[in-house]
């Protein structure tokens, strides 16, 4: 019989929920923070350990058979899988921020202006869609520090709480996608029998929570 893999953050926001609802799902495995692959001993399944931005790539190059991973991600990236199910937990939204005293009044007045980012691609699209010609600024992280740094007049990251804009003096503009965690597969995944009994049990896992 044919082994599965999915995979799943390695560490970070998404691991221990992506963790827990796999054992609500009846799998059984040992959660080894030093291992990166560890076997389900009661299903044909395997969990890959890895950081969420290589998921949705192995699970498109079929390297993974699934992944649970941020919308956020999969959007940037602009790989082609499918979304089995929406997880109900990472839920955050993606949103332009700007400083508190910044001029900056309607979404036209972003013309001219750099916005730092982690997720240039998502930005870029929203952007376009509004007609808005800004300058890109792409960093890998911290983003918040760059207005006050003065290296961006705005910026676009993931909000939650909205603690983080609120202690560097931002607030938050524009809306620009919401996200959450996602069970993704390959496309025609669906189809398959194996992903379909997970999928089954997942879905009841959801349910029994609502
Ligand atoms: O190491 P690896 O690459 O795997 O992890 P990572 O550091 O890239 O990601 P991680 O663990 O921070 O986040 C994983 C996923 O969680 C993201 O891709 C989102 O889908 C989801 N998620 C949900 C969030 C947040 N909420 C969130 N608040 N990801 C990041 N944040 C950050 C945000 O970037 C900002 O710095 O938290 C800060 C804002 O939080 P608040 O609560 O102050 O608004
Ligand atoms: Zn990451």
Known sequence: ????????????????????????CGLSFENYKSSLISPVSNFPLEILFLRDDDIPEYVQDGIADLGIVGENVIQ?????????QKLGFGKCS????????????????????????????ILGKFLQKNSIDADIRTISGSVEISP????????????????????NGLKAFADVMSSEAVLIGR?????????????????????AKE
Not at 76 to 84: F, H, I, N, R
Not at 148 to 167: E, Q
Not at 198 to 204: D, G
């Open 76 to 84: 940037e990236t602009e790989v082609k899988v499918s979304y089995l």
């Open 148 to 167: 006050g740094l003065g290296l961006a007049d705005a910026i676009c990251d993931l909000v939650s709480t909205g603690g983080t804009l609120k202690s």
């Open 187 to 207: 496309k025609g995944s669906e189809n398959d029998i194996l992903i379909q009994e997970l999928i089954q049990r997942i879905q009841s896992v959801l349910r």
């Open 1 to 24: 019989m044919k082994t599965l893999k999915i995979a799943i953050q390695k560490s970070g926001r998404l691991n221990e929920k992506s963790v827990e609802l796999l054992k609500n």
């Open 94 to 121: 993606l949103k332009v921020a700007i400083t508190n005293n910044s001029d900056i009044e309607q979404l036209s007045d972003l013309n001219g202006k750099s916005i730092a980012t982690t997720y240039p691609v």
